[in-house]
């Protein structure tokens, strides 16, 4: 069973299309593993509907998008939840942040956290965060804070994953940042 490397990417301007990367060919296709760019909903490959279908209270559909992509790559025998690994970073870091606090090792054995957005209370006074609004709401505005909780992974550890009677369990995991 080869382990795959499940990517995406969210904003309307990045569109992750099917392309070689001699990185990825030598270090990783070479010994075995697949990787998998999953064009869920709220990425920019099939144009603003696409993206807009994803936005703001409707975020959910992209992470329920990217556990179907890996649900199936396990029905299918391609690999397991042990050896599935997820990667993303920034809006892909809120990404896999929510895969880590929604189905955690239940689906995933690795995830790979980069330069993540994972508080959505604080995430629009922190560098550019404020010009994201537009993509998740306003925290500020409880309308919007009552849907941005249940997609903070900050939030969902304590709320969800660290609750009495959770049987979540966090998979490997690793987390980088940038100044």
Request: proline content about 6%; aromatic content about 10%; charged content about 20%.
């Amino acid at each position: 069973m080869a382990p795959p490397r499940l990517s995406w990417t969210a904003m309307e301007a990045s569109r992750m299309t099917p392309g070689y990367s001699a990185a990825v060919g030598a270090a990783w296709l070479e010994s075995g593993g697949v990787k998998v760019i999953a064009n869920i909903r709220g990425g920019g490959e099939f144009g603003p509907s696409w993206h807009q279908a994803a936005l703001r209270d409707k975020r959910h559909r992209a992470y329920e998008d990217f556990e179907a992509v890996g649900h199936d790559l396990v029905r299918r025998g391609i690999t397991s939840p042990a050896r599935l690994a997820c990667i993303g970073g920034s809006n892909g870091g809120l990404l896999v942040g929510n895969m880590l606090t929604r189905e955690g090792a239940a689906l995933f054995g690795a995830v790979v956290c980069q330069v993540p957005l994972l508080d959505m209370w604080r995430y629009h006074r922190l560098l550019a965060g404020a010009s994201w609004m537009a993509e998740y709401g306003d925290p500020d505005k409880p309308e919007d804070w009552a849907y941005l909780r249940s997609i903070s992974p900050y939030h969902r550890l304590n709320d969800v994953c660290l609750a009495a009677g959770s049987t979540w369990r966090c998979p490997k995991v690793l987390f980088t940042t940038s100044t």
